[in-house]
């Protein structure tokens, strides 16, 4: 934890970083990060699932200094939280993945990187600095598109593959629609093109700042990992292969060919329910992240944190198991810890920071998580985040 008094205009936690990137942002994209599929319960509701689970302190126990290190497949992390695969991070900052890596690194955890990214895959990595990151696979090109995409990740130095599994398509956002970025069938939720972003003119110009970072990037509107797979690249590219994705989603039996050509681990993630976390077990992942991809993709599905036990009491002895989906908060981690996850990932937390402040953003979010964690902790009376378990929660 920091001694330094923070300034008055400094955030003091997630919500601040969150107010901050609202008025940094154009709206459609603020919207885009921030908003949930139909009426967003499901988004609220994996905020509200953390309030129902209170914690059992264990009074008058001298922690000292708590220690946050885990290891996730292997590898020791300082804290339990991680960088979540998201989209579109080079339209929020020119920093764009690799700040989000670069981040990650100096915070001594790990990042996510999206297929989806919207800059070269290679280009989320900072030099040298491989063997530690995630790569997150979407099939666009369908088969032959993802074996592609694998084979770039796999030389470019990203240690585990995540494969999302409840995406099939991309879920409607209401506030997209309505922002005109997506129709309402959705078919270009992945593609903010130009004249979009022109017919969003007045509030554009009302960004000043994000708009000079944004024609100095030279308008990074594309999903360069997407038109490489086809000659002459550009919007045509994306949408052959998103409609390859379309009718060739994500099954079963994909990860059997994706385990042979991927050299490292491979974690499921979005699933939601014992029966598939089993499948997972069956068909050889790694792992698993217990995940409605924070409430984006169908709504009424249920809030990761209500899942999670079900999930570990499955699967927990024999993979790891991860949560993402409304954790802000230092006590959020501990919980989910205690419910048996070993991490938890963020998404739309450290998204804000990088429209805000590119890494330092990203760098500012997770020093929050650690210090909000480090005093849940020491008010809790636990020494170790490894220790945490049920034990450490009030039995309802
Ligand atoms: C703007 C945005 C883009 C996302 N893009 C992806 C993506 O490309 N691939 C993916 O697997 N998940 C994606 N996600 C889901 C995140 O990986 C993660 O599951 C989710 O953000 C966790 O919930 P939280 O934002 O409440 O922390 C995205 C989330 C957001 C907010």
Known sequence: MSDRLLSRREPVNVEDVR??????????????????AGDELTQSANRTAFARVPLDVRSAVAVGTPDLRTTVLGQEVS???????????????????RGVTRAATAAGTIAGISTLSGELLEDGLAPGDTGRHWFQLYKLGGAQGARALVD????AGYRALVVTVDTPLVGVKERDVRNGGVTPGGSAVSRIDLPTVLRMGPKVVGRPAW????????????QPNVE?????????????????????PFVWADLAWLRER???????KGVLGARDARRCVEEGADAVLVSNHGGRQLDGVPATLDVLPGI???VGGEIEVYLDGGVRRGADVVRALALGARAVFVGRPYLYGLA?????????????????????????????????????????
């Open 356 to 396: 805000c402040e590119g890494e330092r953003g990203v760098a500012r979010v997770l020093e929050m998580f650690r210090a909000e964690l480090t005093h849940a902790m020491i008010l809790l009376g636990c020494t170790d985040v490894r220790e945490l378990d049920r034990t450490w929660l009030v039995r309802s």
């Open 79 to 97: 804290l339990p939280v991680l960088l979540a695969p998201c989209g579109g991070v080079a339209l929020y900052h020119p920093d764009a993945g």
């Open 312 to 314: 570990v009491d499955e």
């Open 262 to 268: 991927w050299p490292g681990p491979i974690v499921v």
């Open 228 to 248: 490489a797979l086809y000659p002459g690249g550009g919007p045509a590219a994306v949408d052959r292969g998103m409609a390859a994705w379309r009718a060739e």
């Open 19 to 36: 107010g901050r990137a609202r008025r940094v942002l154009p709206r459609i994209l603020f919207d885009f990060i921030d908003g949930g």
């Open 211 to 222: 708009l000079r970072r944004f024609v100095r990037a030279g308008m990074p509107l594309g």
């Open 152 to 155: 770039r990740a796999a030389a």
